[in-house]
């Protein structure tokens, strides 16, 4: 009886040390995309750029002021990185999201010539990439 109890510890042990990985892979890969992101966000006035919000379990719907000055990229990857690390493992959806009215043209429209293809249509079809790197880093 001793060894079943043992070994159901064991397995428990097991699940707790892949969810923290699992944990672990996903954030690292959520803060590759969001870098990428922020990089490949046009900028006309900067307020688009720093507008990138993290969500967990709900779409961010904050937005920044229209008046600037307004974080350059180092800061705005630094303050999504925050917000990525501090997500623990009850969190089931992370979301990444620009909730500016024009939004959606950039994105979808073509509407910047610095980014006629959008951002996250660009980075979506990577994430297993993401992925992928994160998991080795985890190996190593």
């Given at each position: 009886?001793?060894?079943?109890?043992?070994?159901?510890?064991?397995?428990?042990?097991?699940?707790?040390?892949?969810?923290?990985?699992?944990?672990?892979?996903?954030?690292?890969?959520?803060?590759?995309?969001?870098?990428?992101?922020?990089?490949?966000?046009?900028?006309?006035?900067?307020?688009?750029?720093?507008?990138?919000?993290?969500?967990?379990?709900?779409?961010?719907?904050?937005?920044?002021?229209?008046?600037?000055?307004?974080?350059r990229g180092p800061e705005v990857k630094a303050r999504l990185k925050n917000h990525i690390e501090e997500i623990s493992g009850d969190v089931r959806f992370i979301f990444l999201a620009?909730?500016?009215?024009?939004?959606?043209?950039?994105?979808?429209?073509?509407?910047?010539?610095?980014?006629?293809?959008?951002?996250?249509?660009?980075?979506?079809?990577?994430?297993?990439?993401?992925?992928?790197?994160?998991?080795?880093?985890?190996?190593?």
């Amino acid at each position: 009886m001793a060894d079943n109890a043992q070994f159901s510890l064991d397995i428990k042990a097991h699940c707790e040390a892949a969810k923290a990985d699992m944990l672990t892979v996903t954030k690292k890969a959520m803060i590759d995309v969001a870098n990428r992101v922020v990089d490949m966000s046009p900028v006309d006035t900067g307020r688009f750029r720093s507008n990138w919000e993290v969500g967990h379990d709900i779409v961010p719907d904050e937005t920044t002021p229209e008046i600037g000055p307004y974080p350059r990229g180092p800061e705005v990857k630094a303050r999504l990185k925050n917000h990525i690390e501090e997500i623990s493992g009850d969190v089931r959806f992370i979301f990444l999201a620009n909730t500016l009215p024009y939004a959606y043209r950039l994105e979808m429209e073509g509407w910047s010539k610095q980014a006629p293809a959008g951002m996250l249509r660009v980075v979506v079809p990577e994430f297993q990439t993401y992925l992928d790197k994160a998991a080795r880093e985890l190996k190593k």
